[in-house]
């Protein structure tokens, strides 16, 4: 059996008697507490999961933990359209489906492909890597820059970013954007001289270590009439995207490791 209750954290900084309150699922079989995000926790149920008419009160559990499956609604400060989350995952993260060790983990965050309410598992771009992280072979490490979307949006991001290094490369694309795909993301054969020309354009040549080209899909009336609806580039050289969409590329001076800059020289100290 489980139930809701508010615990009250801190004093708040500088002396303040300001308090956090926040949420969690206890489980009085366990002796368990489980952290919860802002909104109104109800369980999820194949009925209410699924489009059919069919009135299965059945909850959903999630396929990596078995916790059950909670939808979070409107209410107690959060003000969205609603998600899923799993009490164990948004606590414990699974680093193998898309976590970052950092908890608040929700279901669209999820890669696992074996779960309906995973958000980066229903798509074949998942997990494919666009390119090699650049700041990443500057310390000969091997960082993967690969597609995500969370709640702010579609994200290219680093995949050291869970790791103790904690890389914080970051593209966010354009969020006129209805969807962003990977450019034949099942393709994984290298670019050779033998290559087709297809399999060719799938990659960029004009950038080094030919990166992947995305496939950018416009929502209706949020691009200049001169866009096509679908537009297909490679994201490190394209003019569109910089010149008319704003794209920002990360810079040596954005890119902090444990929260100082990575082109930082050794000994030298920061403005004082």
Known sequence: KATTTTRTTGGGR???NQRNRSKLLYCETCQRGYSLPRGQPNPETESSSSTSSNNNNTCVQCPICQFQVLKITRGDGYEGNGYHVCPRCFTDAPMEHG???AGDFRCFSCT???CSLSGGGSSSSSGVEVFACPFCLGRNKQGSISLRK?????VL???????VDKCQYTI???KEASNVEVHDANNNEEPTSSSTSQQQSLRCRRCPNAPRKLVFTWKSGSVPPHFDRVHVCCVLCDALLKEDMGLKLPSLNQVRIHGRSYNAGRGRRGRR
């Open 14 to 16: 500088g002396g303040t």
């Open 99 to 101: 976590g970052n060790g």
């Open 112 to 114: 696992n492909s074996e």
């Open 150 to 154: 969370n709640t702010r949006g579609f």
């Open 157 to 163: 991001s680093c995949s050291n970013y869970s790791s």
């Open 172 to 174: 966010w694309l354009p």
